[in-house]
T-cell receptor
């Protein structure tokens, strides 16, 4: 079946540190891949997405590349800020069958950035 | 433009009761999906509706049901509540149902079952 596995948190970094949050997936075919972010006290927001192999999604300094060969979609940012503290969710959406368009989420990774 | 709205914000029920949650999508969006987010976990898909028809259903018991109205708003009903139904219920809307469609989430309804 379809599933998403992302690195366990919490992750604590100092401001300006490099961030990587690992995400791997299991799916048939070519799903669309997403990173959503949930800031404290707020709802889920789309951070970035990629819809085909080798696509790179980017937004607000965050990047992730759709790697079909390793079934991965790791989230990276070169220099994190305190305002990036949030919970990050990796998700996939199958592109076929009865599950098409449904989001399947990982468990989330809580990031805390210290000044 | 208004985002996805949900009501109520919070709800407290006792075991065995029934609850109805409401969602209004972004104007122009015809698809509504419902997710359950238990504390500390990622959201789990419950239902997707498009043009008033059910397009997908997650692995939830028949106590969970939903519908979509002609104005594309939606209701999620849960019967015979259990303690384990306590969660944040999220509604998301999108233009269509394709895999690449961005889903926009509402703030959620926090349900507590005592």
């Amino acid at each position: 079946g379809n599933s998403v596995t992302q690195m366990e948190g919490p992750v604590t970094l100092s401001e300006e540190a490099f961030l990587t949050i690992n995400c791997t997936y299991t799916a048939t075919g070519y799903p669309s891949l997403f990173w959503y972010v949930q800031y404290p006290g707020e709802g889920l927001q789309l951070l970035l997405k990629a819809t085909k192999a080798d696509d790179k999604g980017s937004n607000k300094g965050f990047e992730a590349t759709y790697r079909k060969e390793t079934t991965s979609f790791h989230l990276e940012k070169g220099s994190v800020q305190v305002s990036d503290s949030a919970v990050y969710f990796c998700a996939l959406s199958p592109n076929y069958g009865g599950s098409q368009g449904n989001l399947i989420f990982g468990k989330g990774t809580k990031l805390s950035v210290k000044p | 433009d208004a985002g996805v709205t949900q009501s109520p914000t919070h709800l407290i029920k006792t075991r065995g009761q029934q609850v109805t949650l409401r969602c209004s999508p972004i104007s122009g969006h015809k698809s509504v999906s419902w997710y359950q987010q238990v504390l500390g976990q990622g959201p789990q898909f419950i239902f997707q509706y498009y043009e008033k028809e059910e397009r997908g259903r997650g692995n939830f018991p028949d106590r969970f049901s939903a519908r979509q109205f002609p104005n594309y708003s939606s209701e999620l009903n849960v019967n015979a509540l259990l303690l384990g139904d306590s969660a944040l219920y999220l509604c998301a809307s999108s233009v269509g149902t394709g895999a690449s469609n961005e889903q926009f989430f509402g703030p959620g309804t926090r349900l507590t079952v005592l």
